[in-house]
Nanobody, 115 residues
Framework: QVQLVESGGGLVQFGGSLRLSCAAS????????MAWYRQAPGKQRELVAG???????NYADSVKGRFTISRDNAKNTVYLEMNGLKPEDTAVYYC?????????WGQGIQVTVSA
């Protein structure tokens, strides 16, 4: 059974940094494309960043230059390094992957940025 477990969220001040981690189990991690999404109150869930099995990355325009996604296949873990955090980054962040046509989500982790 595929499981994605996020960690590393919390409360940070404007301009601060956090690193989110997502540990995957029950699946051959190195074959997967992985992504981070976020959902703010009253808004739709949106893609923040993705990292392919090849290592190629993509980012939402709103986080380019501030966030970095990376992966460690030996640890079955994907990371999201977030710098220069703004109040508008406040959201629940979700780890995501798609495997054999099925979409998997982590439980979500809260990130709150105070002004």
């Amino acid at each position: 059974q595929v499981q994605l477990v996020e960690s590393g969220g919390g409360l940070v001040q404007f301009g601060g940094s956090l690193r989110l981690s997502c540990a995957a189990s029950g699946i051959t991690f190195s074959f997967l494309n992985m992504a981070w999404y976020r959902q703010a109150p009253g808004k739709q869930r949106e893609l923040v960043a993705g990292v392919a099995s090849s290592g190629n990355t993509n980012y939402a325009d709103s986080v380019k230059g501030r966030f970095t996604i990376s992966r460690d296949n030996a640890k079955n873990t994907v990371y999201l390094e977030m710098n220069g955090l703004k109040p508008e980054d406040t959201a629940v962040y979700y780890c995501n992957t798609v495997f054999i046509g099925l979409t998997y989500w982590g439980q979500g982790i809260q990130v709150t940025v105070s002004a």
